[in-house]
């Protein structure tokens, strides 16, 4: 239930053009959502694709990061969130869902 939330969210916030100019993979306990803002409009599915960056977290702390319940830099710290290839595509990433 979770991760249907946390999907639906985040196709309102990324929209048609997130200007990311990336692709994203976030990877929960509950599903993959696979975001590609290389192109115009964005497309996000559910496949399991190669990305640029990966973020792996569970579905109910993605569900807490969209809310403003869960800040990103601690989540990541604390270990709940965890991010493999480019980091500065995570940091836009973060800024694009967490603000």
Same mark, same amino acid.
Not at 41 to 57: F, G, Y
């Given at each position: 239930?979770?991760?249907?939330?946390?999907?639906?969210?985040?196709?309102? /916030?990324?929209? &048609? @053009?997130?200007?990311?100019?990336? !692709? =994203?993979?976030?990877?929960?306990?509950?599903?993959?959502?696979?975001? %590609?803002?290389?192109?115009?409009?964005?497309? /996000?599915?559910? &496949? @399991?694709?190669?990305?640029?960056? !990966? =973020?792996?977290?569970?579905?109910?702390?993605?569900?807490?990061?969209? %809310?403003?319940?869960?800040?990103?830099?601690?989540?990541?710290?604390?270990?709940?969130?965890?991010?493999?290839?480019?980091?500065?595509?995570?940091?836009?990433?973060?800024?694009?869902?967490?603000?």
């Amino acid at each position: 239930m979770s991760f249907q939330v946390f999907s639906e969210k985040v196709k309102n /916030i990324v929209g &048609e @053009d997130s200007r990311l100019g990336s !692709t =994203v993979k976030f990877v929960t306990d509950e599903g993959t959502l696979y975001v %590609d803002a290389t192109q115009v409009p964005n497309v /996000i599915s559910n &496949e @399991d694709k190669e990305a640029v960056c !990966t =973020v792996n977290l569970s579905a109910a702390d993605a569900v807490k990061l969209l %809310d403003g319940n869960l800040n990103a830099m601690n989540a990541f710290m604390m270990g709940k969130i965890k991010v493999k290839g480019d980091m500065g595509i995570a940091m836009k990433v973060m800024q694009l869902i967490g603000g």
